[in-house]
């Protein structure tokens, strides 16, 4: 039984972690206007709005319930806390780049001054689109 | 010293019971959960903000020389917790603190989740320091709920704080140290359109 409650407490703070985690990120994303990482359509104000919302359901959804209980009852130690707030972050992040690429797909501008490097490209397309381009690009140069 | 520091804990102790509303917030910001994945993710954004490619750049080195102080601050207060024992405040006087947290098990001295959130804010302190205010701010609250609910003395969050400071110094030297590995790890992120 124990063993049952752990599990639920680690998915309860897991999926805190994973919706904070998205919430903050679509924050930076708006702020940054890195479009091809946005989930709300490249729409900024309604990405703020949104993101905020998410953040503190996130919140609530977790807290509704009393947390203050210790490892050896049923609640998470260090050590656990530490993997599953990793786990959370990692797992928002390739569900960023896979839901907005998709939602994205037919998105993309023009880069009048050439190619951006690094997290810069995404302002101009999604991740799936700068994976292919650099794919391409380097298939081109090994032809070269 | 001592003296001072239990007065200054039943000082600030001596506010619980007040006031139901505050205790309840106090009883949030205390846990183990609230304020640690607020700075996880605070940390967490740095990756991605920065005016430019320099300060983003500069951010995300942060990060690595936050992650490796936060488990040397952690490493240092458990091998700390071998040869000091200092009872909790509930446990050393059971009739005159007004608990509002769980019976944690390990010594008082120092306090690890001082030890944590300093090390956060003084990680960030290198690259933003808007952050850094910021996830201070979080650390002083975090603090002072674990102080107001009976979890920790004064002492025990200043000791802390100086493991956290001091390990985040040592790990700016240990990234500095396994240079270019920090370069490598940036550069590949960056072709993976990462960083």
Redesign the interface.
């Known amino acids: 039984m124990s063993w049952m409650r752990w599990e639920t407490f680690g998915a309860d703070y897991l999926l805190l972690a994973f919706m904070v985690s998205v919430g903050v990120l679509q924050l930076v994303v708006a702020w940054r206007r890195l479009d091809g990482l946005s989930l709300f359509l490249r729409r900024r104000y309604l990405a703020y709005a949104l993101s905020v919302l998410l953040i503190a359901a996130a919140y609530w959804l977790f807290f509704r319930h009393p947390r203050n209980i210790p490892d050896y009852a049923g609640g998470l130690a260090g050590a656990q806390l530490f993997i599953y707030t990793i786990a959370g972050i990692v797992a928002a992040v390739l569900a960023t780049l896979i839901v907005s690429s998709a939602l994205n797909a037919r998105w993309s501008t023009p880069d009048p001054a050439g190619v951006e490097k690094g997290i810069n490209a995404l302002k101009r397309m999604t991740y799936f689109q700068a994976l292919r381009r650099s794919f391409q690009k380097r298939g081109v140069d090994d032809l070269a | 010293m001592i003296s001072l520091d239990e007065r200054l804990f039943f000082l600030i102790n001596g506010l619980a019971g007040r006031s139901p509303a505050f205790d309840q917030a106090m009883?949030?910001f205390?846990?183990?959960?609230?304020i640690?994945?607020?700075l996880?993710?605070?940390v967490?954004?740095l990756w991605?903000?920065g005016k430019d490619?320099t300060a983003?750049e500069r951010n995300q080195r942060a990060i690595f020389t936050t992650a490796t102080g936060i488990g040397f601050a952690?490493a240092i207060v458990k091998l700390m917790n071998l040869g000091l024992d200092r009872l909790r405040p509930f446990e050393a006087y059971p009739d005159q603190v007004y608990p509002l947290?769980?019976?944690?098990?390990d010594p008082s001295f120092p306090a690890?989740s001082a030890a944590v959130a300093f090390a956060f804010a003084m990680g960030a302190w290198f690259a933003d320091r808007r952050a850094s205010v910021l996830l201070l701010c979080l650390a002083i609250l975090w603090s002072f709920a674990r102080v107001y609910c009976g979890v920790h003395y004064p002492l025990d969050i200043l000791g802390g704080a100086a493991i956290g400071i001091v390990a985040t110094f040592a790990a700016l030297g240990v990234i500095r140290l396994v240079e270019p590995l920090p370069t490598w790890v940036l550069t590949l992120?960056?072709?993976?359109?990462?960083?």
């Open positions: 009883a949030l205390v846990g183990d959960y609230f640690p994945v607020t996880s993710v605070v967490f954004a991605f903000i490619a983003r952690s947290f769980y019976t944690c098990t690890n992120m960056r072709r993976l359109y990462l960083a």
